[in-house]
């Protein structure tokens, strides 16, 4: 599912990105401030603009009946930005047509973002 993904934001498809949530899915892309229906979609419309390269890793993952929890190293490279990344938590739910969709996207699930340059030698981001 996290290849799907990563191909569908590296290729620029908006509406395939989307068709991998499902209805009721809540991200998490600004740190405790979760967003669901059309804000989801606005805000991912929106950051699709900036052409994103993403690169993820799955890490742990842990199913259960028809739920999946992820736990997945990522990386978004935005030209003209720095590159953020971090650890996040995925929860994706089997639908009724068999497909696997995010219904919890929490990419910053264990830690705040992360911006490249700012992490390197900056002694509080080591804790």
Known sequence: MTALYVRAVNEGDVDAVLSLYT????????PEKPI????????????????????AEVKESYVTGDTVLLVVDWKFDIEG????SGTGLDVLRKCPDGRW???IDNP????DPVQEDAAEGDSAAEG
């Open 23 to 30: 209805e009721d899915a809540v991200s998490v892309w600004d």
């Open 36 to 55: 669901s229906g059309e804000e989801h979609e606005q805000t991912i419309r929106e950051f699709m603009t900036k052409n994103p390269v993403m690169t």
């Open 81 to 84: 930005e720095e590159s953020i």
């Open 101 to 103: 969709r995010y219904a």
């Open 108 to 111: 910053f699930g264990d830690n």
